[in-house]
């Protein structure tokens, strides 16, 4: 039997429809959505609309007023117990009155905060899990970034039907239909950065703004060229100072004076060029949650040789460019079945006269549910500091080998938060709890 009724399924899939309404302002936060309700009846909605301000709960909890009183709160992502920007949406729980939490998704940065501790002492019955795979990948930046210590990474392609990307000429305009083009615009929307080279740039000397056809409010992400030698023409339109733009190279490249005022990076040069991972840990740092790279088979190549791509958007056109156009990826040799690279076909979808595949590296890169392990190795940036020290700091939350939601104690013991029968039970019967066991 699972542990969630339908009713709260039903509570729970209307606040992750509320979290995307901040889809495009709430960065560098995650999107959060609210429901309060009385059984079936709803008294009160809410999500969190930007950066600073109030969070999905209050906005909930004002609309709902007195009747927020014995509640049920269905929130996407743990509550926060901390002071940060707002007051912590724990204690406005428990003002309210509510009486049961319901939580998808645990947050080792809020939990820390005693959120769920000082809720229950108040009386309230909390609840975890609930769609938790969903809140997962409607947060998958933000926990990348917290978690990893680097962006969520999408690789943006348009391809010919011949796997193509642009003439050998260099001209790639257009391979994919305007449909494509404007679907576009609002994955960058909701990026933090979009990724280009240099090749990019001199072949296409492309805006890389956010145009949509409609008035969603959106955050400008930053433009990010990767110019080694910073050497791409002065008057690219990508320095226009239109966006936010940072120009990354060689730090030990001589800066030309026109660069000078530019916003620039200047990191190790590996193998001649930017250091990826080292890029990556930057763009952490500056809050950065998603990137998606817009650049040509070079960079892109490079990014899936470097274990940095975690999804490749693919529009592909019903058009051939022939033998001698550009690859997807350059740089990637494999020589034996046995080292191809798989990819998991995660979506597909007709837009216009394209189709459109999101598909994502096998096994997953980036893995939900695997908070200890593989990234415990990762490299060290400030961001995960905290991260780093995940599974052995004393107070630290995550999950253990045997995926049960865990604090670590002073002497390094693990203290189960998280009762694992009644999670494998509730995961058992959970159609929308695709967690590993
Ligand atoms: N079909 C599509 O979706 C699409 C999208 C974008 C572009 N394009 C086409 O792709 C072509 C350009 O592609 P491209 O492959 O020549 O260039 P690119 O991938 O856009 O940029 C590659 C350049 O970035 C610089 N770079 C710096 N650090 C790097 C690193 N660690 N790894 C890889 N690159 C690094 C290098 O030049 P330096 O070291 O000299 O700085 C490198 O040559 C154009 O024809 C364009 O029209 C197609």
């Known amino acids: 039997m699972s542990l969630f009724s339908s009713i709260d399924h039903a509570h729970m899939q209307r606040a992750l429809v509320l979290a995307e309404r901040g889809r495009f302002t709430t960065k560098p936060n995650p999107v959060v959505g609210c429901v309060l309700a009385h059984g079936e009846r709803v008294v009160g909605e809410g999500f969190h609309q930007r950066a600073g301000e109030a969070h999905a709960e209050v906005h909930a909890l004002e609309a709902a007023g007195a009747d927020a009183k014995s509640a049920t709160a269905y929130v996407t992502l743990e509550p926060c117990g901390k002071t940060g920007r707002t007051p912590p949406c724990a204690d406005a729980l428990i003002c309210a009155g509510v009486s049961r939490v319901v939580v998808a998704c645990e947050d080792a940065h809020q939990h820390d905060g005693g959120a769920v501790e000082r809720m229950r002492e108040a009386g309230i019955v909390v609840e975890h899990g609930l769609m938790r795979a969903a809140a997962r990948e409607a947060n998958i930046g933000f926990f990348s970034r917290v978690e990893r210590g680097r962006p969520f990474v999408r690789v943006k392609l348009a391809t010919s039907i011949d796997g193509r990307t642009a003439l050998a000429n260099g001209d790639s305009k257009w391979i994919s239909c305007e449909a494509s083009r404007h679907d576009v615009a609002r994955w960058r929307a909701r990026s933090g950065a979009i990724l280009t080279g240099s090749g990019t740039v001199r072949a296409d000397n492309p805006q890389m703004t956010v145009r949509m056809d409609d008035d969603a409010c959106f955050e400008p992400p930053l433009r990010v060229v990767l110019d080694t030698g910073l050497a791409i023409p002065a008057d690219s339109i990508i320095v226009n100072g239109e966006a936010p733009t940072l120009l990354v190279h060689d730090e030990d490249a001589r800066v030309p004076s026109h660069f000078r005022q530019q916003e620039r990076l200047g990191l190790p040069a590996v193998k001649g060029r930017v250091d990826l991972a080292a890029l990556m840990n930057e763009l ?154």
Do not use: C
């Open 284 to 437: 952490a740092k500056r809050g950065i949650n998603e990137v998606q790279v817009e650049a040509g088979a070079t960079l892109a190549g490079a990014l899936f040789d470097a274990e940095l791509a975690d999804e490749l958007l693919l529009y592909q056109a019903p058009t051939l460019l022939g033998d001698a156009a550009r690859p997807l990826l350059a740089g990637i040799d494999i020589h034996d079945m046995r080292e191809r690279v798989d990819l998991d076909l995660l979506e597909v979808r007709q837009i216009g006269s394209d189709l459109r595949l999101r598909l994502r590296p096998r096994p997953p890169i980036f893995d939900d549910g695997d908070t200890f392990g593989e990234w415990l190795d990762g490299p060290d940036t400030e961001v995960d500091a905290y991260y780093a020290a995940l599974g052995r700091k004393p107070g630290a939350v995550g999950y253990d080998d045997q995926d049960r939601y865990v604090r670590v104690r002073k002497d390094g013991s693990h203290e189960i938060l998280s009762d694992p029968d009644l999670l494998n039970r509730e995961r058992d019967d959970d159609p929308d709890s695709d967690r590993r066991g």
